[in-house]
């Protein structure tokens, strides 16, 4: 069966963005991009909810064509032009998106019907509403946080609304140049 893998980029304090969903706080560099881009390179699925979808929308479909594209941008484009994106959203219609599939109701159904496909992980990129929609209805499998050398004080956390305790178990660790920690944990169901 695939899994869910939450990728997210999280403050020591546990936020993922700001109070008003700043993320100019996120250290990102090469060294990074290289490591990020290998493990999403093999992914075939990119889970989202509407507001992180739209912007990538906005960004990733042009981002290889541009003059200042970065090896990044050319990789990262390339792969998102092929991938099956699924979107959770209550107000987007599923019309001509493509490789695109908008789930609105009965989430965690629609969600077990894609993990029982054929294909690899499914990866949930940044996305905070669902991502706690996901966590409160059980269905993330791991979690790949890059922890960013911060205490944000406030903001959107990552963790809420959860009544059960999740487990997790540690599979690697790494530290970056940069000062950001990458924590990579699957869960164990109770």
């Known amino acids: 069966m695939?899994?869910?893998i939450s990728f997210m980029h999280i403050?020591?304090?546990?936020?993922v963005a700001g109070p008003n969903g700043e993320m100019d706080w996120i250290k990102v560099d090469e060294e990074i991009f290289d490591h990020v881009g290998k493990r999403v390179s093999g992914g075939d699925t990119a889970l989202y909810g509407r507001v992180t979808y739209q912007l990538m929308e906005s960004y990733w479909p042009t981002a290889a064509d541009k003059p200042t594209a970065s090896k990044h941008d050319i990789e990262h484009?390339?792969?998102?032009s092929k991938v099956h994106k699924v979107v959770l959203s209550t107000t987007m219609k599923d019309s001509g998106l493509g490789y695109t599939t908008i789930?609105?109701?009965?989430?965690s159904d629609r969600i077990n019907e894609i993990k029982q496909g054929p294909g690899e992980d499914i990866l949930l990129f940044g996305s905070p509403t669902a991502t706690h929609s996901l966590i409160q209805l059980n269905l993330i499998d791991g979690y790949w946080l890059f922890v960013n050398p911060?205490?944000?004080?406030?903001?959107?956390?990552?963790?809420?609304?959860?009544k059960d305790?999740?487990?997790l178990n540690l599979v690697t660790t790494r530290q970056?140049?940069?000062?950001?920690?990458?924590l990579n944990y699957t869960a164990e169901r109770y």
């Open 150 to 162: 911060i205490i944000l004080g406030q903001g959107i956390p990552l963790f809420v609304g959860i």
């Open 2 to 4: 695939r899994k869910i």
């Open 11 to 15: 403050s020591l304090d546990g936020f």
């Open 77 to 80: 484009s390339k792969w998102y």
């Open 165 to 167: 305790k999740i487990k």
């Open 103 to 107: 789930i609105s109701n009965n989430v």
């Open 176 to 182: 970056f140049t940069c000062g950001v920690i990458e």
